[in-house]
C-alpha cells in the first residue's frame, strides 16, 4: 500500500515536513531472527543512546554502569554507519517529532502486516537503546500501544515510576516494561518487585 493509504487506514495526518523514512529494524540481530521459530516477528527502535545523538538524553535514568556498558555499539552497532544512522534517527525524534512518531507509526503497521503474512506474532520494542516513556507520546490522540492493539510491545527501564505504573497495570494491556537493574538501583528493585 501506499504511505498515502496507509496513514488514512491509520486515522494519521501527516506533517508538511514529512519524508518517510524507516525507523524499526525488523528481524535485524541473532536474538529476533531465533524468535522467530518461537512464533514472533520482533521489530526493534535503536536511536543514539543517553545524549550521542546531540540533542537530549533518551536516557534520563541511567546510571554510569549503564552507560558505560550500553548495548549500544554491541553487533552491528561497532559499525559507523550505524552509529550515523541512530544519530540521524534522534536528531528526527528531538527535532520533528510528529514526523518520527508517523513514521514509527507506518513501520508498525508493515510489521504487523508481515507478521500476519508470515503466521506470526508481531512484537515491538520501541527502547533499545534509549529509554523514552512512549506511553506519553501522541499521535492525533493516541499513543502507539492504542493505535495497535494487536501489537505486543515491551521495554527495559531503569524509570522506576515507569516500571510501578506498568506494575500497577497503569499502562496499555499490549506493552509490557521490565525494571533494568543497575549498581544504583537496589533500593527501587526492591519497590519494582514487591509491585
Not at 44 to 66: E, H, T
Not at 104 to 111: E, F, Q, T, V
Amino acid at each position: 500500500m501506499s504511505t498515502k493509504n496507509d496513514t488514512a487506514f491509520l486515522g494519521i495526518n501527516l506533517p508538511s515536513n514529512f519524508v518517510r523514512r524507516s525507523l524499526l529494524g525488523v528481524s535485524g540481530d541473532a536474538k529476533t531472527v531465533k524468535g522467530e521459530s518461537f512464533g514472533f516477528l520482533t521489530g526493534i527502535l535503536y536511536l543514539a543512546p543517553l545524549d550521542l545523538g546531540g540533542f537530549g538524553n533518551v536516557c534520563p535514568f541511567a546510571s554510569k554502569g549503564c552507560a558505560a556498558d550500553c548495548l549500544n555499539s554491541a553487533g552491528r552497532g561497532a559499525f559507523n554507519s550505524v552509529q550515523k544512522a541512530r544519530r540521524e534517527k534522534t536528531a528526527l525524534f528531538f527535532k520533528a517529532n510528529a514526523s518520527f512518531l508517523c513514521n514509527l507509526a507506518l513501520d508498525i503497521l508493515k510489521l504487523q502486516r508481515k507478521a500476519v503474512r508470515l503466521g506470526l506474532r508481531p512484537v515491538v520494542r520501541l527502547n533499545g537503546t534509549s529509554d523514552i516513556a512512549w506511553e506519553k507520546l501522541k499521535l492525533n490522540g493516541f499513543n502507539l500501544f492504542q493505535m495497535f492493539p494487536a501489537v505486543s510491545f515491551y521495554d527495559y527501564t531503569k524509570n522506576p515510576k515507569r516500571a510501578l505504573d506498568n506494575a500497577k497495570g497503569l499502562h496499555p494491556k499490549n506493552y509490557r516494561v521490565v525494571f533494568s537493574r543497575s549498581e544504583a538501583n537496589e533500593v527501587d528493585c526492591k519497590k519494582v518487585l514487591q509491585a
